[in-house]
C-alpha cells in the first residue's frame, strides 16, 4: 500500500479556485450582473456559461502525493505526448529522459513540483505561441524553466511552456528556495504544455497518450 502527503495543506473550501483567477472571474461575473440588470437576456445567459466555464477552469483540487523517495510526480494534468530519451536538449549537457504533458482548456492548470529539492536556477524565455501539443513549442514557444536539485545531487528540470492562446506563465518560486512534492509553484492560463527532463538513468512509469494528474500520478523514478 503506497503513503501519501501533501504537498500543501488542503484548502478549506469545497471548489478551491487559484488565486490568479479571482480577477478573471469577477470581471466575467460583473458583466454578467450587468447584462442582466439591462435585462440583456440575449447577453445574460452567454455570459453566465463563461463564468462558469472560467470558474472551472481555475479550479484547484487538493492532491494528496505519493510518498516515495524515488518517485518522480506528475507537475501538470493532462495527456503524455511524449516520453523518450532526447540526446540533445536546451537544459543538460548530453542525453536525458523527456516526458512532455499536454494540457488542454479542461484540464487543471495549477503546476505542482516533482520531487523535493532545491530551486537552483529560474530562467524566463519569450517565444512564439504555437499549439502547445506540437514538438517545436518546446523549443519555440514562451517558457519558463525551473532547474532543481535533489538532496542526493540529481538535477532535473520542469518547464513551462505557453500555448496556442495561453499568454500568461505564472511562477510563484524563486531561484534558492526549497520545494517539496506535490507542492504548489505555479501555473498557465488557457492550454499550454509542461516538459520534464531527468538523468538518463531514470525510469519511465508512463506511456504515450496516457493521461496524467498534478501531485498524483507517478511519471517515472530516480535511479
Known sequence: MKNYSWGDLPQPTAFP??????PVIFACAFTTF???????????????AITLFVCFFFRDPDRATPDDPHAVISPADGKIVYAGTVE??????????????FMSVFNVHVNRIPHDGQVKKISYHPGKFFSANLDKASKENEHNALFIETKDGLKYCVVQIAGLIARRIICN?????????????G????????????PVESGFNVKLGERVKAGNSILGYFK
Open 34 to 48: 450587468v447584462f442582466a440588470l439591462l435585462g440583456m437576456k440575449f447577453f445574460t445567459l452567454p455570459a453566465l
Open 173 to 185: 518560486t524563486t531561484a534558492g528556495e526549497s520545494v517539496i512534492h506535490g507542492q504548489r509553484f
Open 187 to 198: 501555473m498557465i492560463c488557457f492550454g499550454s504544455r509542461l516538459d520534464v527532463y531527468l
Open 88 to 101: 540533445e536538449n536546451t537544459y543538460f549537457q548530453g542525453p536525458c529522459k523527456k516526458i512532455s504533458i
Open 17 to 22: 479556485i487559484a488565486r490568479p483567477g479571482y
